[in-house]
């Protein structure tokens, strides 16, 4: 009998994340773009026993609104998944949705399902991804961080129109850590990385994030997904090399929130769910705004671009006005020119200290 499976609440938040984010991305691409290249590595079944729709059939469903809009865009997908009961059950469910969905629509999608460890695709992958005209998103959602070599990740970036979401599921790394050898450190934390740097979960993802960052040449930012005990149970990491594709997934996740670095005291999610946790910037942000500032007079537009375009701070367009709003109450900033009340078109400095 086939497995039953049932996502877990972090799951939907991930699904959600994905969801808005493709949303977007589908858009744009297929605006600029002659090709749309969606890659799941480790799809699963595009529908949980719940109901609820996994990866694929969110791809899938995002292309669409985005081929109503822009019919004349190639529009491909390649999903893998090692079990073959997944797999089966996938094409079936992607038959289903095409079947119900407009014509033209299943005319224009091209779709590869494989069967096998994505790894044994990955090179091929990535030749359809780099091909001319072509932008291309991969979702790498596996269930253990040391199946995916660090060196995938870093290959797929290669390419300056493909961005990855990547679930890093650390978990098996940090249990294990006594038992890795060099070789196998080094393969999913990178080459020069050695056994006595496994310290802790947080020390394991903040030099994988930044070695990213270093070898890929990408804005990567990353989402910890915390249980209600709030022990880390992965990072969501995306990469990519648009400063858009950056400021978007920005506002994707602090859309799914009230405040914007926390989503557990969100009145949507019961106390006793999981939560997600989304990092905060190492520095208040009235200090990242006195490097930025220092004595001179600065318009706000140049704020949003280089607080929004910089992946070490999280700040949102809207979160970066409503902080202004409360320094400039407090007096810390001043309001120098523009409308009463602050906007991109007002100009800003730093009050003197009393
Ligand atoms: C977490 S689930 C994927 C869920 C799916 N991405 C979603 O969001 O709906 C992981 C799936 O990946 C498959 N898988 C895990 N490692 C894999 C690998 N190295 N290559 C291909 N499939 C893999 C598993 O069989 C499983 O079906």
Redesign the pocket.
Known sequence: MAEV?N?KEH?QI??SI?EKYLAVWYMKITYRFRRAYYV???????V?DSG???????ALKNAFKAWKKHPSCVYEFVF????AD??RRLEENVTNYLSSSEKGFSGAVRIRF?E?????QFDRILNEAKKNGTAAFL?I????AS??PFDAIEKAMKGTSTEVLF?F?HSDINRNKRLMNLEKTERIMGKGYGQEKLKSVSVIRDSFVSDLRERTGAYVMYYTMKTSSKSPLYDLIHLTKHCHGLSIMKEVMSSLSKSPHYFSNDERYAKDQLTILVQTSQDSFYEVLKNICGSEEVGVQRLYDEIEHDDTLFWTKSSILSQLRDLISSGRIELVAGPKTVNKNSIIRIAEET
């Open positions: 499976w996502p799951s991930k699904e994905l799941d590595t480790c799809s699963g079944p595009g949980f609820m729709q996994g990866s694929p059939m969110i893998c998944d090692a079990n997944v797999l494989h096998c460890d994505f790894l044994e979702f959602d596996p269930f253990n199946t995916v679930n599921m």
